[in-house]
């Protein structure tokens, strides 16, 4: 139902692309607090609360209630509320959070560990070198802009990350000279109301370039794009009685038919990611661990029962010819370097069938299903910053004159437009739910599987909770 209210919504938007939000109460009137994000229940969740919603509003239509009917449609087309905004509806203003969500969020794969800081307490989000040179590019392009950007975390005395600093740079181009600012929470000694805005601000601008490079780099490329070749060689390589194929073969399902709809609508030219998110049309230049422990042994039990000796699996002429494959055509660029593993052992073979397994299953579930959650409440993630910091201007330019004068309209015209919010909120919604055929990893069993003792006791192992 979201996404058929972000195409209606889109529709309606369609000759107003540039359209800020007049408001946050504007924003928040997208979604219906009476239906709230829930997880799926075993009584038929949203389905069931449609049915006994259309059951209602078909007697109150025959009763002539019209107003109340049609109040009732109008709340059906509107976005579940996100998890992270039914929770708090302040979230997206809190320093704690906006910390928490680079550990904890739907990108925690890039913040760092800063090395050189003995005491180990200083984390850094770091987006600088990766999107300078495309900085003066991407603001050549209507409606959007860019930075090169830095976020410092510090880890406090209560294991909780507090941000302390960011740093915005603008590279200097032929007309202008560099431009650099760094910005920081304000204190509570030195309550700034300006202060306090320019680092909501600064907050939204480096959230938008993560959720670009969550977008195309963790979700996409890392995770999607990178098991293709495996899916190919496999299906040509392979036969489907092979056994590496029969374990590999529940991680696979669905993937090359996904990834075929995100090459038609997503990633493809002036598509969704490129009219949407930060890079713009320059995109394409420990409870997890236990799991992997398990994809893992499970792997370790499969392998040592078809490949007794590590000759077996040298022996194996359709496993060879697969990675053969993989290495030679599926990434032809990289065919020589020295990392490709041999499968000539054991280990190596675990070690490879145990990690694409992971990343086809578990990790991609942990960069995709909180898609919408986190990234479906605007101000939280957004996924472009369309104008630039007011300080940029200089203390005398309009720019600055307009902040001082309405800090919040600056916000939202900062924020992703109607247009855009409607369209990417409708995708992340789709992107988010479960497919009514999906498998959970341990809930698949081959049929060979059942009728051999030894798989059939290793399959149960890793399944057990």
Same mark, same amino acid.
């Given at each position: 139902m979201s996404v058929l209210h972000g195409i209606c919504?889109?529709?309606?938007?369609?000759?107003?692309?540039?359209?800020?939000?007049?408001?946050?109460?504007?924003?928040?009137?997208?979604?219906?607090?009476?239906?709230?994000?829930?997880?799926?229940?075993?009584?038929g969740g949203r389905f069931k609360f449609i049915a006994e919603f259309l059951e209602k509003e078909a007697v109150l239509l025959f009763e002539q209630e019209g107003a109340e009917f049609f109040e009732g449609i109008r709340r059906v087309f509107k976005f579940e509320t996100p998890e992270i905004h039914d929770r708090d509806k302040f979230a997206w203003f809190r320093d704690e959070e906006f910390a928490r969500e680079t550990l904890a969020g739907m990108n925690p794969l890039s913040i760092q560990l800063v090395r050189a800081v003995a005491k180990k307490k200083l984390f850094m989000l770091d987006y600088h070198d990766l999107y300078l040179p495309f900085v003066n590019?991407?603001?050549?392009?209507?409606?959007?802009? &860019?930075?090169?950007?830095?976020?410092?975390?510090?880890?406090?005395?209560?294991?909780?990350?507090?941000?302390?600093?960011?740093?915005?740079?603008?590279?200097?181009?032929?007309?202008?000279?560099?431009?650099?600012?760094?910005?920081?929470?304000?204190?509570?000694?030195?309550?700034?109301?300006?202060?306090?805005?320019?680092?909501?601000?600064?907050?939204?601008?480096?959230?938008?370039?993560?959720?670009?490079?969550?977008?195309?780099?963790s979700h996409w490329l890392r995770t999607h794009c990178c098991v293709e070749p495996y899916i190919i060689a496999a299906n040509r390589q392979l036969s489907q009685m092979h056994p590496i194929y029969r374990l590999l073969h529940p991680s696979f399902r669905f993937t090359m038919e996904i990834n075929a709809q995100a090459r038609s609508l997503l990633i493809n030219a002036d598509g969704i990611i490129e009219s949407t998110f930060s890079p713009g049309k320059y995109s394409m230049d420990g409870n997890q661990l236990g799991g992997l422990r398990r994809a893992v042994a499970w792997a370790f039990d499969y392998v040592a029962h078809y490949y007794p000796g590590a000759a077996d699996i040298v022996d194996d002429v359709e496993l060879q010819a697969w990675w053969d494959e993989v290495r030679t055509?599926?990434?032809?660029?990289?065919?020589?370097?020295?990392?490709?593993?041999?499968?000539?052992?054991?280990?190596?073979?675990?070690?490879?069938?145990?990690?694409?397994?992971?990343?086809?299953?578990?990790?991609?579930?942990?960069?995709?299903?909180?898609?919408?959650?986190?990234?479906?409440?605007?101000?939280?993630?957004?996924?472009?910053?369309?104008?630039?910091?007011?300080?940029?201007?200089?203390?005398?330019?309009?720019?600055?004159?307009?902040?001082?004068?309405?800090?919040?309209?600056?916000?939202?015209?900062?924020?992703?437009?109607?247009?855009?919010?409607?369209?990417?909120?409708?995708?992340?919604?789709? &992107?988010?739910?479960?497919?009514?055929?999906?498998?959970?990893?341990?809930?698949?069993?081959?049929?060979a599987w059942e009728q051999n003792g030894k798989i059939n006791k290793a399959f149960e192992d890793q399944a057990r909770p």
């Open positions: 919504r889109i529709m309606k938007l369609s000759k107003h692309s540039s359209q800020s939000f007049p408001t946050l109460d504007a924003i928040n009137a997208m979604y219906d607090d009476q239906f709230r994000n829930q997880p799926v229940q075993p009584d590019k991407v603001r050549q392009l209507e409606g959007t802009t &860019l930075y090169g950007a830095r976020a410092l975390f510090f880890l406090a005395g209560d294991d909780t990350l507090r941000p302390i600093a960011i740093e915005l740079t603008r590279p200097k181009s032929a007309s202008k000279p560099q431009w650099r600012e760094v910005f920081t929470p304000a204190s509570a000694h030195e309550a700034s109301i300006t202060g306090s805005w320019q680092w909501q601000l600064a907050k939204a601008h480096v959230v938008s370039l993560d959720t670009g490079y969550h977008q195309l780099v055509k599926g990434h032809a660029d990289k065919k020589d370097e020295p990392w490709w593993p041999k499968l000539d052992c054991h280990e190596s073979l675990v070690q490879t069938l145990s990690t694409i397994m992971w990343v086809a299953s578990a990790h991609h579930a942990a960069v995709n299903f909180s898609q919408y959650p986190f990234g479906g409440y605007v101000p939280n993630r957004p996924y472009i910053a369309r104008i630039n910091m007011p300080s940029e201007m200089g203390a005398d330019g309009n720019g600055m004159h307009a902040f001082m004068e309405a800090p919040d309209k600056v916000l939202l015209d900062t924020l992703p437009s109607q247009h855009q919010s409607a369209l990417v909120m409708a995708i992340l919604d789709l &992107l988010s739910s479960h497919s009514s055929g999906e498998e959970y990893l341990g809930t698949y069993q081959d049929p």
